[in-house]
């Protein structure tokens, strides 16, 4: 019988269901995978994780804290109304680890920032509610880019998370810590935020489902905002029916959310299983060719073979503003981050440093809790925003935006659904592209575009290529579907039916892989 960390979501429900296993025996199972691969202390309720340098070199630090002592609670109290007889929901006990920028009460959220060390929040998100109201167990929250903003989740305060398909290389970002604890199987399930492809990309790093819904029908209240018209909370899973089940219990219209699509999200597994035949499969000219590595061109175009295979229609459609997309979110993000961060100010709650007046506390204490990417794209929104520039910068992008969503109308009146690679690169190594913001940026251009337009948008596993930095390394290579507005099920078909044909073990090989598991 396989490790019980090994199984999927799904394969983990139906064992539950069966009797064979208890919620407690899964959640033990996962918090001892943990407690072995990730550098926590596992000590008592709460294990927080080491400090940064006394993390060990086969450590993945995909969490921030384990609320291992809530987790254990929540399921003997599955089990206990599971032998009483009750009804469970359908993922009832199985394990789940939580973006740390979903508010938690009783539990840290923390944003990867120093700005939000310690913080205890007096209430749950959206999200965490109704993950627990479908007895779901959270395990602890996980490791992001500082306020979601990164590609690699190098720029946490509380130290980088390592790819667990190579332990030198990058899981991605912001949201690398919820990938890589999937991908280290340390839980079946996890939740991430996209804002530009920070779901999407961690995936295809990190050989992951990863699922950006349409913008709306998930609630943003009780995530904290990066950018509030493009932040979206979704799932990563091992499989394609697993990250559906999953969304299918958090897409909920909340009014509280004055975003909120007010829309019956469709049902994003009645149809799952009607494959591709018929389909018109749309390969997007602007999101391929120059900037993108052999490798990960060789594995898409052997997805769209493989799509022909499977009796879809292979059909050329263009995006042409689809190459200002990145210049224009690198502007509308910024501008939102500035409006969203100037709530932290050391007066209404996170980190104060004081100062002799209120001007010089506001700023020492920005300056001390911000890093330097959060401080990068707060300064590139305030001058974008600022009187004399606005027009220029923000107006501007603005208005780029319409236009791509504009061609994805378009687009979509000659294809059913588009694909694309979802990275333009396999992981790349820890470092090296720090020190060059612009570099790391060109990580999110075939993402950026989805999100600009709020098209619901998926990352799931092609295939493996190989690392142009070191001959003989194979990584992960994602393939990226999108769909039109509040489609989400069908972009959940074409993937299950490529997934089904292609055929993908999630779980990480190689030399400089985290340790497996029997």
Aim: glycine share 10%.
């Amino acid at each position: 019988m396989a490790a019980l960390t090994a199984l999927t979501a799904t394969e983990l429900s139906e064992r539950l269901g069966r009797g064979e296993v208890s919620a407690r025996e899964v959640v033990d199972a996962h918090l001892d995978r943990i407690a072995a691969t990730d550098g926590v202390v596992a000590d008592g309720a709460v294990w927080a994780t080491k400090p940064a340098g006394d993390l060990g070199d086969d450590e993945v630090h995909a969490f921030l804290h384990v609320t291992a002592g809530a987790a254990r609670a929540h399921a003997d109290d599955i089990d206990a109304r599971r032998a009483a007889g009750e009804q469970l929901g359908a993922l009832a006990g199985v394990p789940l680890a939580l973006k740390d920028i979903l508010t938690t009460r009783g539990a840290p959220t923390t944003c990867g920032s120093r700005m939000l060390e310690g913080w205890v929040p007096p209430y749950d998100a959206t999200v965490t509610e109704l993950l627990r109201d479908a007895d779901v167990v959270v395990l602890g929250k996980t490791n992001m880019d500082e306020f979601a903003m990164g590609s690699s989740t190098e720029n946490s305060a509380f130290g980088d998370t390592r790819n667990p398909w190579d332990l030198d290389r990058v899981p991605g970002g912001s949201s690398g810590g919820s990938a890589a604890a999937v991908a280290a199987l340390q839980a079946p399930l996890s939740i991430g935020t996209d804002t530009g492809g920070s779901i999407r990309q961690p995936a295809a790093l990190t050989g992951l489902v990863g699922v950006k819904p349409t913008y709306g029908t998930v609630s943003r209240r009780g995530l904290v905002a990066f950018a509030s018209s493009l932040d979206q909370a979704g799932p990563f899973a091992r499989t394609v029916e697993d990250a559906a089940q999953l969304l299918a219990l958090i897409q909920r219209h909340d009014p509280r959310d004055s975003t909120s699509v007010p829309d019956t999200p469709p049902d994003l597994l009645a149809h799952l299983r009607d494959g591709v035949d018929g389909l018109r499969i749309g390969v997007v000219t602007e999101l391929q060719g120059e900037g993108y590595e052999p490798g990960v061109e060789a594995t898409f175009r052997a997805t769209l073979e493989r799509f022909e295979r499977l009796g879809a229609t292979i059909v050329e459609v263009s995006l042409p503003h689809a190459p200002y997309g990145l210049p224009a979110y690198y502007l509308i993000a910024p501008s939102e981050c500035s409006s969203n961060l100037a709530r932290f100010d050391g007066v209404r709650y996170g980190l104060r440093v004081d100062a002799p007046t209120a001007e010089e506390m506001n700023a020492a204490t920005r300056a001390a809790g911000f890093g330097p990417e959060v401080k990068r794209r707060i300064m590139i929104g305030t001058h974008a925003l600022s009187s004399g520039y606005y027009d220029a910068y923000y107006l501007q992008a603005s208005k780029v935006r319409t236009l791509i969503a504009r061609d994805f109308r378009a687009a979509f009146e000659q294809a059913d659904v588009l694909v694309s690679p979802t990275s333009p690169s396999v992981a790349f190594g820890l470092g090296t592209k720090t020190a060059d913001p612009i570099a790391m940026y060109l990580n999110d251009v075939a993402t950026v575009p989805a999100s600009l337009a709020g098209t619901p948008a998926l990352s799931l596993p092609a295939g493996l290529a190989e690392a142009p930095d070191a001959p003989g390394t194979a990584l992960p290579v994602g393939l990226q579907v999108m769909a039109p507005l509040l489609r989400d099920d069908l972009m959940f078909r074409v993937a299950w039916a490529f997934e089904q044909d292609r055929g993908f073990a999630a779980i990480p090989t190689g030399p400089r892989a985290v340790e497996g598991v029997a």
